[in-house]
């Protein structure tokens, strides 16, 4: 069991969960991740990790509330417990010092972008970090990201803060200014991603993307995870998360990712199930 220390709503449906796992926290690393599983019909969900601490044993989660699973993760109090937290999962992120670096994030996924901006800027290297969102109500970490770059930039699709535009708007830019770019590391949604990967590819900037198929075990058994790299087929779980974004076939990427949306869209959630045996009421969304 697995307790949750600190729960916060970091805007609406986003939650982050302090999490005691001194295990986990002695050795994660940015780019990893673990699976969650709130009970025993629970589903495995893999989430990244956003941040560790390794003196307190603990380690942090953003997640969010899109489905029956994180719905009712997310109706879990501090003080409640988790029934199972596999990890650390996945190959680490290659840290080292090597110029510019770009970290870019794209909705929630600015919560796994910290971690490696943090961490590249204590190897020495120059970060720059650009944060994308649909609107300012729904920027998450923005006070955690300019503590630990050089530069931050914003962009918000109704440009309700920062550049009105996309995150590959704010790339154009810096790199039209001459700078002379190492890498770009990008998560986010399939789509940004992909953006990214064809702003860069012009100019062979080496650009890394972390990728979020449909995963099962987390161990590399299953192969659900499944994506094409270059002439080969991976396992995100084992051989990634992160991938040459160059090489990653984006189309059949997002195809596995529909394969379920007809299931997803009519699955009645877990804790609605688990009131009606009782006689109750769900409370998957009671916040």
Sequence with gaps: MYKILTKKELSQGVLLFELEAPRIAKKAEPGQFVIVRTDEEGERVPLTIADFDRAKGTITIIFQEVGASTKQLGSFCEGDSILDLVGPLGKKTHIEKMGNVICIGGGIGVAPIYPIARGMKQAGNHVIS???ARNKDILILEEEMNAVNDEVYITTDDGS???????????????????????????????????????????GIKTLVSLNPIMVDGTGMCGGCRVQVGDESKFACVDGPEFDAHQVDFAGLMSRQRMYKTQEAAHECHCANQAK??????????H
């Excluded at 803060?161 to 990008?186: C, N, P, R, Y």
């Excluded at 045996?277 to 009671?286: E, I, L, P, T, V």
């Design 130 to 132: 650009i944060m994308g």
């Design 161 to 203: 803060k920062g550049h009105k535009g996309f995150v590959t708007d704010q790339l154009k830019m810096l790199i039209d200014s001459g700078m002379e770019i190492s890498t770009v590391i990008a998560i986010g949604p399939v789509v940004m991603m992909r953006s990214v990967a064809e702003t860069t590819r012009p100019y």
């Design 277 to 286: 045996k009782q006689g109750g009421d769900c409370q998957c969304h009671s």
